[in-house]
């Protein structure tokens, strides 16, 4: 590389630096000027330095560049693997320490894969670039398992496909020999030789290296070893030393198994770790020695920090504990705390702080999230009862502390027997927020919460609705009431509400007998009917407290906010106005504002009610509509539709019914009762215009996305006997939106089977062109409104006219839905449109007819 392409770094004094990265192996050597932001190393070629190892990884690791702006420097880190997370298999080794990612000093020697040898160097002398440089060569040798490719080479023949993976206790032995085949090599003469040694491992390492016979002489001590132990040079016979002693006694224990071991040892007031390795072909000790004297250090004050801890929450006489603030676990607790309730340690371990406070989890959470926002206050003092071992309650006094560590949130409470003056609703009712009685939260809290939920509902446009509840206790027991069972009547009932409501919603204690609830998100006004009669039905049975039956009856009001710019107060009246209403109908009663609604969730419900037993009582039939050809008079296919005809009702349209279906999951079992009485009807239809015509039928996303529906068609096919690919099922591109990777594996497996697909309401929605491309469907179905617009509305006519090209570019048949007058047939006909379906030829006819319509079939355009 010409040095004018250099980039380099600056330190403090303006000197320029190089940082440069030297690898080898046997057969090369290679200097690289590192100065780019990254480099990616490995086997593959594509990397920018290539690796020819057998025991390197494809992306064995990755060097990144990391700016310091202020000092106006850089440096470069080392990873192990790539930068999707990916390891590579052998691992990396920085100064004979095996690592995941380190920040590279200067002299640091790296190992990949064992073969390949790197040394890093931070230069700012030129010459001594120069003279790294001039020990670059490359040989090749057929023998060879290793070559380090140049970053612009090709080096395809010469990667290996697989890595050698080596073994955990090859590593080190594997890294001696090449150490020694290392110290072998330099011993030649020459500049070569001297810039070899000079980057070789053992003299680079800032950690001592020694070596010794099997005698007692030391034959090796690195520079650092010289260093670090001048004594070991004076004097190397020695074998009092602490890093020698014991070495030869052991040599009968190690001497023949080549291995390796550890020990701690001290010199004075440093300590070290010394890995020793008993080399038995060259019979040589070989010593790497780290120092470990700073870490001793502290570990031990660590240590004895954690032992004071302990000491002190141990004998200390409050209860104390940690709580995580997310999860609610207990991470500490002292014997304090287990004693005052009654629990062993490793039980309060296994606890959650619902398990340990006697409140509702919706009210400790508030609880909680107050405290957590009372930033400016981090040290409170609170009342809870809490849940001894036995069962019984315990009123304790809590100071509470939160504390951040790290990422996680931890709420530190420290507990003593309270005063038993101070009542145990005082935390809630110094908050001002929360009702005594019931641990509800008060009328002030609801108002805030409930002008959020207006707040929230006209951002979305969405459905709001609050009830206002109240309790009467009937007359033959009220008068034999006390304040505590009539109190226990309001904390049983509050119990009750909060059970019957959905997540996410509300209930507060507004005043006396009276409740309100908040529903923040309802889908329709059916979702209202439905949760309020399970609260009057939750609310039914009578209370037993203290021996006493208890009865009550409620009456409730409901106000709904939809479109109309409600206010929070206008929406309370409503839901009053309705209560009055509601106690005047009678008891155990519930009344909408709005008595249209009313009405309508009546209906609805009931609706709900009869269409559970329809299946069963065989109220559903099936009625077929046929799609033809505009030009060759010929039948193309039957869609098979659902009529529902109650004795009471009578006729109910699919409108009102199929909606209900998928809100309560009917819609399955209706939907397998229509593919079968469908399949087996085409099968009765043997005449030869319909001998190739598929039978259609509607299938809903709920009922497409059962586990085992691919198995029930598969039943169905064969229990009726029919050609799968006279069975044409009909999704919306909506179905398939809602979990692509679902559809995308359904859809093949039903192709598989041979059962025809169509993509039904073409042109209602923004359908995914790329879906056309990605399923293969048999038709395309034009959505009825837009043939119903596009005799007045060009826009329409343009569509139809794409949807139509579209279709024949991926070979599709198009069929064009609820096509009612002839000037419709026409205009379809025109833009090239070859398929109808609609009353314009036929209604839906039942299977009687439809046979006799099939034998006598004629159409006239």
């Known amino acids: 590389m010409n040095s004018d392409y250099l980039k380099t770094t600056f330190s403090k004094d303006l000197q320029p630096i190089t940082h440069v990265l030297v690898l080898e192996d046997e057969n090369s050597r290679q200097t690289i000027i590192l100065d780019e932001p990254n480099y990616s190393i490995g086997r593959d070629p594509r990397n920018k330095i290539s690796l020819a190892s057998k025991k390197v990884s494809r992306f064995h690791a990755t060097l990144l560049r990391r700016t310091d702006t202020k000092n106006r420097t850089f440096s470069y880190w080392l990873l192990d693997g790539d930068l999707q997370g990916n390891r590579s298999t052998n691992g990396i080794f920085i100064n004979e320490k095996r690592c995941l990612v380190q920040e590279l000093k200067h002299e640091d020697v790296i190992r990949f894969g064992l073969e390949i040898q790197a040394s890093y160097y931070v230069l700012n002398n030129i010459s001594d670039l120069a ?136 010199i004075k007031d440093q300590v070290f770790e010394q890995y ?250 059916k979702d209202v009917g439905r949760v309020s009669y399970r609260m009057l039905e939750s609310l039914k049975p009578p209370f037993f407290i203290d021996n006493h039956k208890i009865h009550i009856k409620t009456s409730m009001g409901i106000a709904i906010k939809d479109e109309e710019p409600l206010t929070s107060e206008m929406l309370l009246n409503q839901s009053q ?66 009529r529902w005809d109650h004795p009471d009702l009578g006729k109910v349209t699919p409108d009102q019914f199929i909606p209900l279906a998928e809100e309560t999951g009917l819609i399955v079992s209706i939907g397998q009762w229509v593919i079968e009485t469908a399949c087996t009807q085409r099968n009765l239809w043997q005449q030869d215009k319909l001998k190739n015509q598929p039978i259609c039928i509607n299938i809903s996303t709920q009922q497409f996305q059962q586990p085992n529906f691919v198995g029930m068609i598969k039943n169905i096919l064969h229990k009726t006997s029919l050609n799968a690919n006279l069975l044409e099922l009909e999704i919306t591109e909506k179905t398939i939106a809602s979990d692509v990777e679902l559809a995308t594996k359904t859809l093949k497996e039903l192709d598989q089977l041979g059962v025809r697909i169509s993509l039904d309401d073409f042109g209602s929605d923004t359908v995914a062109l790329g879906y056309l491309k990605q399923f293969h469907f048999s038709t395309l179905k034009i959505d009825r409104p837009v043939v119903k617009n596009f005799n007045a509305d060009n826009h329409d006519k343009a569509l139809i006219s794409a949807m139509i090209s579209i279709a024949k570019s991926f070979n599709l048949r198009i069929v064009a839905e609820g096509v009612e007058i002839k000037s419709e047939v026409e205009e379809l006909s025109k833009l090239g449109c070859q398929e109808i379906q609609g009353n314009w030829l036929t209604s839906p006819l039942t299977a009687e007819d439809m046979t006799k319509f099939l034998l006598d079939f004629s159409y006239d355009l």
């Not at 005082?426 to 002030?444: A, W």
């Not at 009582?617 to 030009?631: C, D, K």
């Open 131 to 266: 003279l790294l440089q001039s020990g670059d060569f490359h040989q090749q040798s057929p023998e060879s398992e290793s070559t380090i490719q140049p970053a612009k080479s090709n080096p395809h023949s010469m990667i290996p496909k697989q890595t050698l993976v080596i073994s955990e206790p090859n590593i080190m032995e594997s890294m001696e020999s090449e150490n020694t085949a290392t110290f072998s090599r330099n011993s030649d003469g020459g500049k070569n030789s001297e810039i070899t040694k000079l980057a070789s491992f053992p003299e680079l390492s800032p950690n001592p290296i020694i070596e010794m016979d099997w005698e007692g002489n030391i034959t090796y001590l690195n520079p650092s070893a010289v260093n670090k132990f001048p004594e070991l040079k004076t004097n190397p016979s020695t074998e009092n030393h602490p890093l020698l002693v014991g070495l030869i006694k052991n040599i009968e224990n190690h001497g023949n198994n080549n291995k390796l071991f550890v020990r701690e040892v001290t």
């Open 577 to 642: 106005t309705a209560l009055f209403k509601s106690k005047e109908s009678g008891s155990n009663n519930y009344k909408f504002f709005d008595p249209k609604i009313q009405v309508e969730v009546e209906r609805l419900l009931r609706l709900e009610k009869l269409l559970s037993h329809a299946l069963i009582r065989n109220e559903f039939s099936l009625v077929y509509q046929p799609q033809v050809t505009i030009e060759k008079e010929q039948i193309t296919g039957l869609e098979a539709l659902i």
């Open 276 to 525: 020793i390795h008993y080399l038995s072909e060259k019979k040589l000790i070989r010593s790497y020695v780290f120092d470990f004297t700073k870490r001793k250090v502290l570990e031990t004050q660590l240590k004895e920090s954690e032992q004071r801890y302990k000491a002190f929450i141990s004998q200390t006489k409050e209860g104390i504990f940690l709580v995580d603030a997310s999860s609610k676990k207990i991470l500490e607790a002292n014997n304090a705390l287990a004693d005052l309730l009654g629990y062993g340690l490793d039980e309060i371990y296994s606890l959650k702080l619902y398990d340990l406070i006697d409140l509702s989890t919706s009210v400790l959470d508030e609880q909680i999230e107050f405290i957590l926002k009372s930033k400016k206050d981090k040290n409170l003092v609170k009342h809870f009862e809490y849940k001894s071992k036995n069962k019984l309650l315990v009123e304790l006094e809590c100071n509470i502390t939160w504390i951040s560590y790290g990422d996680q949130t931890i709420l530190s409470f420290a507990v003593r027997p309270a005063n038993k003056n101070i009542h145990q609703g005082t935390f809630i009712q110094e908050q001002g927020l929360y009702d005594l009685e019931t641990g509800l939260p008060n009328r002030q809290l609801f108002m805030e919460q409930f002008n959020t939920a207006i707040a929230n509902s006209r951002r979305i446009n969405g459905l709001l609705c609050i009830i206002f509840l109240e309790l009467e206790i009937l007359e033959d027991t009220k008068e034999n009431l006390g304040y505590t069972l009539k109190s226990s009547i309001l904390d049983g009932f509050a119990k009750r509400l909060r059970a019957s409501l959905r997540s996410g919603d509300t209930v507060a204690h507004w005043e006396s007998s009276h409740f309100v609830c908040l529903l923040p998100q309802v889908r329709n006004i």
